[in-house]
């Protein structure tokens, strides 16, 4: 059975910086691609990164240069790190694995001040 949970959201001041955890169960992480998506009050959801299973990352446009993703397919987990936060970064962030309908609950970020 596949399970994620994200954590490491929070409050921050525009500027700021957050990194989000996202730790997978289940076997063969290292095997498959993990993504970010997030979703503003009364918008889409919409994917923020991207990272493969060797290693290729890919970003949105409105977060390239400020927010990183990463894996530790010994820990199985993946990172969002992002930094210079604003406000309009703000939303629920959800974690989600290839290769099938896999879905976190959910992380919420708000970037205020």
């Known amino acids: 059975q596949v399970q994620l949970v994200e954590s490491g959201g929070g409050l921050v001041q525009p500027g700021g910086s957050l990194r989000l955890s996202c730790a997978v169960s289940g076997s063969m992480f290292s095997f498959y691609g993990m993504g970010w998506h997030r979703q503003a009050p009364g918008k889409q959801r919409d994917l923020v990164a991207t990272?493969?299973?060797?290693?290729?990352?890919n970003y949105a446009d409105s977060v390239k240069g400020r927010f990183t993703i990463s894996r530790d397919n010994v820990k199985k987990t993946v990172y969002l790190q992002m930094n210079s936060l604003k406000p309009e970064d703000t939303g629920v962030y959800y974690c989600?694995?290839?290769?099938?309908?896999?879905w976190g609950q959910g992380t919420q970020v708000t970037v205020s001040s």
């Open positions: 990272i493969t299973s060797t290693g290729t990352t």
């Open positions: 989600k694995r290839d290769g099938g309908n896999y």
